[in-house]
């Protein structure tokens, strides 16, 4: 099974909006609306930010949003704030009891 | 709260063995699936394998299928990940994970694993 394709890099100033992509197939995130998206800040465990596509966990601020159209899953944060410098990883389900990571994406807020 | 405490990692010779466990707290235990999921140093995140609520169902990721076994023990709250032959590439910090609404909605710590001679 082959990661999810995520941009290595992505930066935003304050105020912004960024996005980071997540590019998949139709056995993957294309075939099931089981995406997640992770926030994980450096030597610390990932944290849950979006599951189910476009789902927000509780205590999730809204500034960040999920979406999919096709094989490419989506995370959005709004309002980019300094706190929100992390890597950023997506996850799907794959089918066969197997799940998929992408590569991380490091935020940089400039 | 939800706790989830991995234990057990260390340094291991490559071909040896070695025996994770995550003691779990705050929640049902026995009615969540369980997994666990592992990061090579300065790279990304990999499933590593999963376990059903009662330990019937049991998955792993191409890369250790053979190799690794994953089990749990509902009386003792604990998930467990034996690991055999390791090799260089299983290097990693292991986090187990809940799994619910297909995410992964807490995380353990992580134990590092080092395979080296």
């Known amino acids: 099974q082959s990661a999810l394709t995520q941009p290595r890099s992505v930066s935003g100033s304050p105020g912004q909006s960024v996005t980071i992509s997540c590019t998949g197939t139709s056995s993957d995130v294309g075939g099931h609306n089981y995406v997640s998206w992770y926030q994980q800040y450096p030597g610390k465990a990932p944290k849950l930010m979006i599951y189910d596509v476009t789902k927000r966990p509780s205590g999730v601020p809204d500034r960040f949003s999920g979406s999919k159209s096709g094989n490419t899953a989506s995370l959005t944060i709004s309002g980019l704030q300094a706190e929100d410098e992390a890597d950023y990883y997506c996850?799907?389900?794959?089918?066969?009891?197997?799940?998929?990571f992408g590569g991380g994406t490091e935020l940089t807020v400039l | 709260e939800v706790q989830l405490v991995d234990s057990g990692g260390g340094l291991v010779q490559p071909g040896g063995s070695l025996r994770l466990s995550c003691a779990a707290s705050?929640?049902?235990?026995?009615?969540?699936?369980m997994h666990w999921v592992r990061q090579a140093p300065g790279k990304g995140l990999e499933y590593v394998s999963a376990?059903?609520?009662?330990?019937?169902?049991?998955y792993y990721a191409n890369s250790v299928k053979g190799r690794f076994t994953i089990s749990r023990d509902n009386s003792k709250n604990t998930l467990y990940l034996q690991m055999g032959s390791l090799r260089a590439e299983d290097m990693a910090v292991y986090y187990c994970a809940r799994y619910s609404s297909s995410s992964y909605d807490y995380w353990g710590l992580g134990t590092l694993v080092t395979v080296s001679s």
């Open positions: 376990i059903s609520t009662n330990g019937a169902g049991t």
């Open positions: 705050g929640f049902t235990f026995s009615t969540y699936a």
């Open positions: 996850c799907s389900y794959a089918g066969s009891y197997t799940w998929v």
